[in-house]
């Protein structure tokens, strides 16, 4: 039978193997962390190969990406869709196995893309957040359907990223229990030894995050990490830092402990050499049955998978009420009654004509969607009085509430890459709000939204010129070109209350990626529109105003510029130059419709 080492070196060799055949990688974390990784993924992880998106598994987080091989060669070693060929064609295009890790859902086992260090981390904890939310919202005595931990594996240069900052003084705070950290601590990164740059005190920096910290542990000891983890699981309290010593590119010879082996392939004579120290006699990609034996996790992953299944049956039963709640939000549909109450609400608003703000408008539209929308999380980066981004029955979540509004405090990067994580976790509709020109601080967090394709919600007020008395750091000028580009990316910019509901209808309704709405500070003008208009919204622009059918000039316009575009018009027809005025919300859905309606400028 194979025993603990010839498990964890079936990662290390997978991984060599791959990244030599690449000609690129990262060796050293999967050579350093495969320990870690064979003691929690044998012994802890709750999960399912034949069936990887089971709603109640337990998460996996690799927010360390570069080390990607690793999570590719458990996911292969335990039975998921990720076959010795597609290890093969590691970082090749169009693979299944890219540099990083890549969210998709078709390859499942992935639960988030990472790369970008510490996002990750922050996603975790949007997970972990999600799990405590839907416990609290499901679970009853002797059901407890949601139930499972979230596992993040980070290192040095997770820990430098101040968004680890941001979001573990958050987590400490929120006393997120069921997320459990491993720090791959080898000192090394790519410039070399860290003492000269990262040397503070990880430990006592945790601790004060209010954090259990289990140091001193041996990376490369199952005994150790076995009971670190389980340590970890009796925290009822606080979120769990496990500090595991490694070094990196462990079984290496002549490169293990030093930064030559953190991202360059081993060399053919250096894995010879490795294979020789770790007494692996096997080809490369190679793996003996009996090693493929102690690793596959279908049998387990099955039976625990129809433990739960039979709970599930019990508790809808029981519970009938709640469990089709269960089951609409994790099959991802909205209420029947959506529809009806979002359009009598839009019809609503035009007929009202009120002149307000639209950050105003966007607080009145979740005022309905909250009430019909469960699963709708809300937050805002310490501005919910300038954002009007809570509603009525917005409830605080904190270590004691367990409500749907989250206070971010001052963390607009963390707060949006929590977003992305709950957003990951489903049966949750997360959205965050903050002023526009700190997008900057969290771009990088919605590219990733973007680029996994999720149902976030950004929301971001105070936009334009309209900010004269805040200054020019509070101005955002080229900030909205700055979103716009970001690709899959829906950016709704409503010039009145009713633009306003229709983004907000648009925003819950995607479900192939993320929505951002730019809304203002200042009051703006309602304008007028009849039915057909008002239906023309969804298609992204159309025709709002028309001073003549053949127009000298056609104006283009979005947001709290509309009615300077209007007044601008009025004045012009007095000099007898016509215009036609489109109001055009969200070029993105613009630019989808049909050629004969974008021809006839939105107007049928």
Known sequence: MANHKELSNAIRILSIDAIQKANSGHPG??????????????????HNPDNPLWFNRDRFVLSNGHGSILLYSILHLTGYNITINDIKNFRQLNSKTPGHPEYNKNLNGIETTTGPLGQGLANSIGL?????????????PKYNIIDHKTYVFIGDGCLMEGISHEVCSLAGTLKLNKIIAFYDDNNISIDGNVKEWFNENVAKRFKSYNWNVIENINGHNNNEIKKAIKKAHKSIDKPTLIICK????????????????????????????TR???????????????????????????????????????????????????????????????????????????????????????????????????????????LTPSNLSNWSGSKSFNKNNHGNYIHYGVREFGMSAITNGISLHGALLPYSATFLIFFE??????????????????????????????????????????????????????????????????????????????LTRQNVIQQQRNLYQINNINKGGYIIKDYNNFPDIIFITTGSELNITIKASKKLKTIKIYTRVISMPSTNIFDIQKKKYKEKGGGG
Not at 130 to 139: T, V
Not at 346 to 351: E, G
Not at 450 to 478: N, R
């Open 441 to 518: 601080y969290a771009h990088n967090a919605i590219r990733m939204a973007s680029l996994m394709k999720i149902h976030s919600i950004f929301i971001y007020t105070h936009d334009s010129i309209g900010l004269g008395e805040d200054g020019p750091t509070h101005q955002p000028i080229e900030t909205l070109s700055n979103l716009r580009i970001i690709p899959n990316m829906n950016i709704w910019r409503p010039c009145d209350q009713v633009e306003t509901a229709v983004a907000w209808k648009n925003a819950i309704t995607r479900n192939n990626g993320p929505t951002s709405i730019i």
């Open 246 to 273: 490694t070094i990196i590119g462990y079984g290496s010879p002549n490169k293990s402990g030093t930064n030559d082996i953190h991202g360059t392939p081993l060399g053919t004579n250096e894995i010879k050499a």
């Open 276 to 382: 020789l120290l770790l007494k692996w006699k096997y080809p490369e990609f190679t793996i003996p049955k009996n090693i493929y034996l102690k690793w596959n996790a279908k049998k387990k992953g099955n039976k625990k998978e129809n433990k739960w299944n039979i709970l599930i049956k019990k508790y809808s039963k029981k519970y009938p009420k709640l469990y089709n709640e269960f089951k609409r939000r994790i099959e991802n549909k909205l209420p029947k009654i959506f529809d009806k109450k979002i359009n009598k609400f839009i019809k609503k608003t035009q007929i009202l004509n009120k002149n307000i703000a639209t950050r105003k408008a966007s607080q009145e539209t979740l005022e309905i969607l909250g009430k019909i929308l469960p699963e709708l999380i809300g937050g805002s980066a310490d």
């Open 29 to 46: 974390m999967p050579m350093g962390m495969a320990d870690i990784a064979e003691v929690l993924w044998r012994n802890f992880i709750n």
């Open 128 to 140: 972990a957040i999600a799990e405590r939310i839907l416990s609290k919202q499901f679970n009853k």
